[in-house]
């Protein structure tokens, strides 16, 4: 069964920071492609960042360039999401989401995710 746990979300104030963890099991984790995005109340879901499984290269939204780092820890089938200099408007729930042999012009493609997590809310107050 393949299962997607994304953890670490929580409330903070606007400049500190939150890591973000995305436990897998189920699949080949290292032939897989993690994304996260986000998603608040009423709004559409957006990607947020993305890495790839073949050679690692990630990707972010404009919104979170210099910001938020992913990583992927393959000997624990993990990823994370490091966020820093948080701002109100990453207030969102956050999911991790997998994909399988996705290619790197379909990374930001929500389509290309078959498997999703439950999500984790992260609020940040300013």
């Known amino acids: 069964e393949v299962q997607l746990q994304a953890s670490g979300g929580g409330s903070v104030q606007a400049g500190e920071s939150l890591r973000l963890s995305c436990a897998a099991s189920?699949?080949?984790?290292?032939?897989?492609?993690i994304g996260w995005f986000r998603q608040v109340p009423g709004k559409e879901r957006e990607g947020v960042s993305y890495?790839?499984?073949?050679?690692?290269?990630?990707y972010y939204a404009d919104s979170v360039k210099g910001r938020f780092t992913i990583s992927r820890d393959s000997a624990k089938n993990a990823v994370y999401l490091q966020m820093n200099g948080l701002k109100s408007e990453d207030t969102a729930v956050y999911y991790c989401?997998?994909?399988?042999?996705?290619?790197?012009?379909?990374?930001?493609?929500?389509?290309?995710?078959?498997?999703w997590g439950q999500g984790t809310l992260v609020t940040v107050s300013s």
């Open positions: 189920g699949f080949t984790f290292r032939d897989s492609a």
């Open positions: 890495i790839s499984s073949s050679d690692g290269t990630t």
């Open positions: 989401a997998s994909g399988a042999s996705v290619i790197l012009s379909n990374l930001a493609s929500q389509t290309a995710y078959a498997y």
